[in-house]
Structure formats: C-alpha cells, structure tokens
C-alpha cells in the first residue's frame, strides 16, 4: 500500500474530510491529547502502590487497558477521546477500598479490589447495551453530580499536599502545615509554581512538563538518580487475572462499592463524552452520534482493566487538548493509543520520574508528582459554581457531600451523606415528588448499609 492509498483509506475509515480535518491534523492532535494525559502514566502506579500492589505491572496494565479502551473508541466511535485509568476511581480503590478500616477504608485485598472492578465493568455493558446509563443519569439529582466531582477534587488535592510534604499528620487535629523547609516541600512548590504558570499560560501539556521540569531538579540536587530510558519493568504479570472474586464475594459491602464505582465512572465518561464532542461539534441537536459506541468502549475498557490489574478505565476529559489542536475523528485516539501502548518500554524513565522518595519513619512522598494533584484538584473545583447555594435544600447535602469525601478519605461515604441528607430535605420539605424515585431508592440503600452494616 503507497503512502497516498493510505492516506485515502484513513480518510475514508475515519471520515476525516468530512468533519474538516487532515490525517497529518489528526496524528497531532492525538500526539498533543497523549501529552496532556500521559501524567497518568506516572500518577496510577504511585497511587495503587500503595495498596501493595508492584507499581511496574501496575503500569503495564495501565498502558495496556488505556491502549485497548482508546483503540476500541477509535474504531468503533470514530471520536478523538482517548481513555486511562481515572483520577478518583483509583483514589477509591487505593484509599477506600483497600484502605484500611481505621482510616475509613473498606480493608479489601488489592485482588478482591480488580474483582469489584471487572463486576462493575459488566453491569458497565449491560447498560450500554441497554440504554440503562440515560435513565440512571436522570435519576441522580444535579446539585449531588456537581457536588461528587468538587468532594473528590479536594480528596485529590489533599492527598497531593500530602504527597509534597506541605501538609502533615499533626497531633491533636486531622492535619498541619508540613515542613516547609524540606527538599521535598521545596521540590513540590517548585513543581507546583511551574504547573501552575504554565497552566495560566494555557499549555496543554501544562502537568506533564511540570512533572518533568520537577524531575530534572530531583535529579540535578541528588533527590533520584537517572536509571536509563529504555528498558520493561521486572514483572509486567503480576496483577493479570489475578482479580480475586471468591474473597470479594465474602465481604459485606460488595453492593455499596460496585454501585460506586458503576456511578463515578457513569458521570465521569458522559461529561467528558458531552464536552469533547460539543467543543469537537460532532453533537447533533445535542445528542451524541454513536454514543451507544462510545459508552461500550468505555465499559469493555473497565473490564480489561480490572482483568489487567489496574483501576477502572474512564473517557478523559484531557482528549479536549487534542480537540483544540485540532482533533475530529478516531484517528487522532489511534495516535494517542499507540503512543500509550508503547510507553511501557520506558519503563526506567517514567520511575525516575514518578518514584518516591524515602523521607524516614516508613513515609514516602512523591514531590514530582503532588504538584499535578493539586492541579487536577483545582480542574474539579470548576463545578462548585453550578451547585444552587441560596436553596438550602441543595446546598446542605451538596457541602455535605463535597467535606465528607476529603475528612473521611472516602468517596463512598461523601456520596452516602449526600443522598440521604437529599432525599430527608427533600421529603420533609414537601418536595418528595421533584426528586426521581431513583435517588430515594439509592438514599434507603446508603441508609440501611449504615444501620445494619
């Protein structure tokens, strides 16, 4: 096949004349879509680290799931929306689901945490199959979807201050100012100023040369030592099928988790599906061409993921970097899959990157990375605006929602607040009947999980 008959069949497979666009546009776009998301590559392994699970297969399995999900929504959408393992999924599976019970976690095996994912990842089929995700959606009241978004941010976010050092366990309260002094403060507010202007500066790929530029001063001061570019991490196995579902069938709240990780990553791939494709304009009438397709690669996606070893998979907002540069069709989430796919070869670079660092008394702290969840925080902040505040029956549960998730350091405990507070105002208010018996429903399930679980 010559170079121009190629050209004519991606244009033709990926119709990208027709949405206004070029094969060489569309290769950038996914370039610049994989930049501004490839944070993720360095930040999940981090993360599920901490649940005991070896962070070089964590990364194969992210760049495996990512690849497989984004190829699928290339493929059979057509969309430029790429997918990875979600910030706020994998917060849940690290700290809520296998956290342990006296911080508010669950006390899971990372194992029985894959299993609750794959579970959750096909109820995720059957309701794209089904149409079932619309019908869920109208059931969730708008102030708890904003409110969701906002309380997981500041979980991000606080854990990001922690990761840096600028806070601390502190006696007598919850949490104190860190020690400003420190190489790793120093390193995180370093990284966190030039995440910061750059994002001002509307960069698109604004975190990860942040992360980056962090990296270089860790190395240049002696912090990390520079250990290669290529080279494939010691295990890329160790958490491929290794999802436990006899022991997550034993436990109690198997009901309470799979139903959370089914709702944030509902709201999280049909907001991003929304925005990129509004700001894309490959909306009709606002209704998505192909959703059926899209919300299918998000689900497989989710399965993959927990069968792999990492958390579930969503669609990523940051696909709207490629968008701006130019993205239209699946050809630019072709490009971004590929370079996903062969990222595990780095293997060496991104642990330079992304690795810890010792600081003493069995604490380890990540400086290159705290300063990107900080960001992402902020990003999650943006909805706080939507939320009614001078309606106090949507306000009450909203902030209830939104200080619960970072003071517990659970998601499912912030959501739990928020539906019953919910659906008490709301019935003795007289307004029972303006709230979708859905939401009453999930209330008496987070209520009755409360007195008899």
């Not at 104190?176 to 960069?203: C, E, N, P, Q, W």
Request: hydrophobic share 55%; proline share 3%; with cysteine.
């Amino acid at each position: 096949m010559t170079e121009t008959t190629l050209i004519h069949w991606l244009q033709r497979t990926f119709e990208i004349e027709e949405r206004g666009s070029s094969v060489r546009t569309e290769l950038l776009a996914g370039l610049t879509t994989y930049m501004a998301m490839s944070y993720i590559l360095l930040v999940n392994p981090a993360i599920l680290s901490v649940t005991g699970m070896d962070q070089g297969a964590v990364l194969a399995a992210t760049c495996f799931a990512s690849a497989f999900a984004t190829l699928w929504m290339a493929v059979h959408a057509n969309y430029p929306v790429a997918l990875a393992p979600g910030m706020g999924q994998n917060f849940f599976f690290a700290f809520t689901i296998c956290g342990p019970v006296t911080a508010g976690g669950y006390g899971y095996g990372w194992e029985q945490a894959l299993a609750a994912v794959v579970i959750a990842g096909g109820l995720f089929v059957l309701a794209s199959i089904w149409k079932l995700r619309t019908r869920l959606i109208e059931s969730i009241p708008d102030h708890l979807k904003k409110s969701m978004a906002v309380g997981i941010g500041l979980l991000i976010a606080i854990v990001g201050l922690r990761w840096g050092g600028i806070v601390a366990a502190a006696p007598g309260i919850h949490i104190g100012l860190g020690d400003l002094g420190s190489k790793a403060a120093l390193l995180t507010l370093f990284g966190l100023t030039v995440t910061s202007i750059l994002t001002v500066l509307r960069i698109d790929a604004a975190i990860v040369v942040g992360i980056l530029a962090s990296a270089i001063v860790a190395m240049i001061t002696g912090l990390t030592e520079f250990q290669g570019v290529f080279g494939l991490p010691d295990s890329l196995t160790a958490g491929l099928f290794a999802a436990d579902f006899k022991g997550l069938f034993e436990q109690q709240d198997i009901l309470a988790i799979v139903f959370v990780i089914l709702f944030v990553d509902l709201f999280d791939t049909v907001g991003t599906l929304i925005g990129v494709s509004e700001r894309a304009g490959l909306s009709v009438d606002g209704q998505l061409p192909r959703s059926r397709e899209a919300f299918l690669a998000d689900a497989a996606g989710s399965v993959v993921s927990g069968l792999a070893g990492t958390s579930t998979v969503t669609s990523y907002v940051e696909s709207a970097a490629g968008v701006q540069a130019g993205g239209r069709t699946g050809l630019a989430s072709v490009a971004t899959a590929f370079l996903l796919a062969i990222s595990v070869f780095f293997y060496p670079l991104l642990r330079v990157v992304g690795g810890g660092l010792d600081v003493g008394d069995g604490v380890t702290l990540y400086p290159t990375l705290a300063p990107a969840l900080i960001l992402v925080g902020v990003f999650m902040m943006a909805s706080v605006g939507d939320i009614k505040w001078s309606e106090p029956h949507q306000a009450i549960p909203a902030f209830l929602t939104i200080i619960m998730m970072p003071l517990t350091t659970s998601i499912t405990e912030g959501i739990a607040f928020g539906f019953i507070s919910t659906s008490v105002l709301y019935l003795m208010s007289g307004r029972g009947r303006e709230l979708h018996w859905g939401a009453h429903l999930v209330a008496g399930f987070f209520l009755a999980r409360f007195v008899w679980f």
